[in-house]
């Protein structure tokens, strides 16, 4: 499979050691927004770039009927558009904001727990996340794709950033070292207290989740998830 990559940071380059041991070839890396990109070369392009980059990365790949997995998190309030952009091109699309197996794992058991939680209302939901302080985003994008897990299946309404109250799920984000990403969810009661976590130990479960969803995406029309690639119910 032939790969353009769109980001060669942290991520980007470690996909390409992932991708290049999986048999893959890397056709392009473009890291600024003035580089050209050979579309034609591409069989699928993978986007971990900036909250301020992915959006032109990635629907200018759907013009050109190239594939895209995305991971870049921070700019989901152009996703719609770009669903509208890949349906009207009849291009394929991924995104996740997390594209480790682990936290996948994680996002289910955590609106199972959710469920179970509900009507508990003695037990007060909050939310930590922990990363390095390169991170330009807070929170991250895997922490807002769990409090919406939450809200799915719970009385919680809203999540918000270092503020709890009524139906709110706060969520404190921590930037420390070079941490790759932990994840914890705790319901607190007045005796005791729940906790869920996911603790990233380097990123290569994120690279190896994106390469995975590239290899599934081939020859697919439509917007798909992780849940679709790792066959989870
Ligand atoms: N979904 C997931 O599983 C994961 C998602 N992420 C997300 O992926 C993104 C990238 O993470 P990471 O690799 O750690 O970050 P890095 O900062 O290490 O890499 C991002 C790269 O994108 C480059 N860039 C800037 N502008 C453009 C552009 N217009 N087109 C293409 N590339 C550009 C940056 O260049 P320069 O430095 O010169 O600006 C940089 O090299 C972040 O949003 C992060 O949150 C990270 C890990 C896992
Ligand atoms: O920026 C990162 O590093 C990460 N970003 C993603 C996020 O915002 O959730 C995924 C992972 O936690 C690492």
Same mark, same amino acid.
């Given at each position: 499979m032939k +790969? !353009? #990559?769109?980001?060669? !940071?942290? @991520?980007?380059? @470690? $996909?390409?050691? $992932?991708?290049?041991? *999986? !048999?893959?070839t890397i056709v392009a890396k473009i890291d600024d927004p003035s580089q050209e990109a050979d579309y034609t070369s591409m069989d699928v392009a993978i986007d971990f770039s900036t909250p301020e980059a992915a959006f032109d990365n990635i629907t200018n790949c759907f013009r050109n009927?190239?594939?895209? +997995?995305? !991971?870049?998190?921070?700019? #989901?309030?152009?996703?719609?558009?770009? $669903?509208?952009?890949?349906e009207d091109n009849k291009s394929a699309f991924i995104y996740a904001s997390n594209f480790s197996l682990g936290v996948n794992i994680f996002f289910e058991l955590n609106k199972h727990l959710a469920t179970m939680m509900a009507e508990l209302e003695q037990y007060k939901v909050s939310m930590e996340e922990i990363h390095h302080t390169q991170k330009l985003d807070a929170p991250s994008g895997t922490a807002i794709t769990l409090a919406e897990g939450i809200i799915e299946n719970s009385p919680y309404k809203k999540w918000e950033l270092d503020k709890s109250g009524d139906k709110i799920i706060p969520i404190k984000s921590i930037r420390e070292?070079?941490?790759?990403?932990?994840?914890?969810?705790?319901y607190?009661?007045?005796?005791? *207290? +729940?906790?869920?976590k996911h603790e990233a130990h380097n990123r290569e479960g994120f690279a190896l989740g994106a390469v995975i969803a590239s290899e599934w995406i081939q020859e697919k029309v439509g917007i798909f998830s992780m849940k679709d690639v790792l066959n989870l119910s």
């Open positions: +790969i !353009g #990559l769109f980001g060669y !940071g942290k @991520m980007g380059k @470690m $996909i390409e050691q $992932i991708a290049q041991d *999986r !048999g893959h009927k190239v594939p895209v +997995i995305s !991971g870049t998190t921070g700019w #989901l309030d152009n996703y719609s558009e770009a $669903i509208k952009i890949c070292g070079t941490v790759p990403g932990t994840h914890s969810i705790a607190d009661s007045p005796v005791d *207290r +729940i906790e869920i």
